[in-house]
């Protein structure tokens, strides 16, 4: 693919609730913040020919067609058009790789990314008819993800004790980050909020193990879509805490338009996949191998990787099933720990690996986001050296 990446950033992710670190922000204030962030970056951000904005609750606060309030806001150029995807959990890095998409090969830019404000607008405030609609047969479904991971690791076989050995690591990573200030080069601070807010850095083997399950009760509601019981192994700290946050990356389809610096990384392949609704968060895994496969590369050739930790799962199914390095994943922590945005997740996993890839100086890196009812989205990029 003929397009680049200008810049990407990020703000902080703050807890969903009242007195969270981004709560008292508008969504079009938090994409504001990252236009203006890239401005300050040596960037033109404003002049772009288009804005898209995934974003998943898309009622109330972030009603309205929120990509258009947020160009409005930011005083983006007039002409520049403005839309807003709704792909769930994977919605931001879609929405760059559509963007890439429209501006490839041509002297063109264009915004992309997601924001989600989940103490404005809580996870399924849309009351969707589907989420309850039993006319469809019962493998489509919909079951919440915290039920479809419970679902999926008991099918799979993904023992308690691999789930909380991968929590604990996405905490102690998340926590050593704050640290490495490399890693959070393109997190912007917005305001009073200069760290990713939902980290537990106190968690340990012990806290983990005590846990119980927490997410039994609400399988009576979706008993018929289940199919049968499930052994319910995921804890809240398997799962992403909800949150706020949002990303943004400056687009473009030549080498130097849109910026007076060089280009962070070229585009090599980007792919969605659709998948099987009942293995729900595995999509995204057939989406990377369709973006390596279009860039000529394997996991072994990249030098990073941010994979989106939908749940603890999803992460031991990667592993388990793929020849990869470990040390060369999610190397600042990952969802588990820092929160789950849920239209803003692919644009701030964007931008974290870019920073990943700029502090060990490596050259290949790949974003895999993954979602509900057999969604899902990778993205391979090369580094621009120097």
Not at 267 to 296: F, V
Not at 314 to 328: E, G, N, P, S
Request: proline share 4%.
């Amino acid at each position: 693919m003929q397009a680049w990446i200008h810049d990407a950033v990020r703000t902080p992710r703050g807890k969903a609730r009242p007195d969270g670190g981004l709560a008292a922000h508008t969504p079009q204030e938090l994409v504001g913040r990252l236009v203006a962030a890239l401005e300050s970056r040596g960037h033109g951000p404003r002049a772009v020919g288009s804005l898209v904005l995934g974003c998943v609750g898309q009622i109330g606060d972030q009603g309205g067609n929120i990509a258009l309030v947020s160009k409005l806001h930011a005083g983006v150029d007039e002409r520049a058009s403005a839309f807003t995807l709704n792909n769930y959990c994977v919605s931001g890095l879609t929405a760059i790789g559509h963007a890439a998409q429209r501006v490839a090969g041509r002297p063109a830019t264009a915004l992309a990314g997601g924001v989600e404000m989940m103490s404005r607008v809580p996870f399924m405030a849309d009351k969707a008819a589907y989420y309850g609609d039993a006319s469809f047969p019962k493998r489509s479904r919909y079951v919440p993800v915290v039920l479809a991971a419970d679902r999926l690791a008991d099918e799979q076989g993904i023992a308690r004790a691999e789930l909380d050995r991968l929590a604990l690591l996405s905490q102690q990573r998340a926590a050593a980050a704050e640290a490495k200030p490399a890693l959070a080069a393109s997190r912007i601070a917005i305001d009073g909020l200069a760290v990713d807010e939902c980290i537990r850095p106190q968690t340990t083997a012990e806290s983990l193990a005590a846990m119980a399950p927490g997410f039994a009760a609400l399988a009576a509601q979706y008993a018929d879509a289940l199919e049968g019981p499930i052994d319910h192994r995921h804890t809240i700290a398997h799962a992403p805490p909800v949150c706020d946050g949002a990303g943004l990356a400056l687009v473009g389809g030549t080498l130097g338009g849109g910026s007076s610096r060089k280009p962070r990384a070229r585009i090599l392949a980007y792919a969605e996949s659709g998948g099987d609704p009942r293995a729900s968060l595995l999509a995204g895994l057939t989406a990377m191998q369709t973006a390596l496969a279009e860039a000529g590369l394997s996991l072994g050739d990249m030098d990073r990787i941010e994979f989106m930790e939908s749940f603890a799962v999803t992460m031991a199914i990667f592993l388990r099933d793929h020849a990869v390095d470990l040390d060369r994943v999610n190397v600042g922590g990952g969802h588990m720990a820092k929160g789950h945005p849920m239209g803003a997740s692919g644009a701030i996993l964007l931008s974290s690996l870019l920073d990943a890839l700029d502090a060990c100086g490596g050259r290949f890196g790949l974003v895999v986001c993954t979602g509900a009812s057999g969604v899902g989205a990778a993205m391979v990029v090369e580094r621009v050296d120097g």
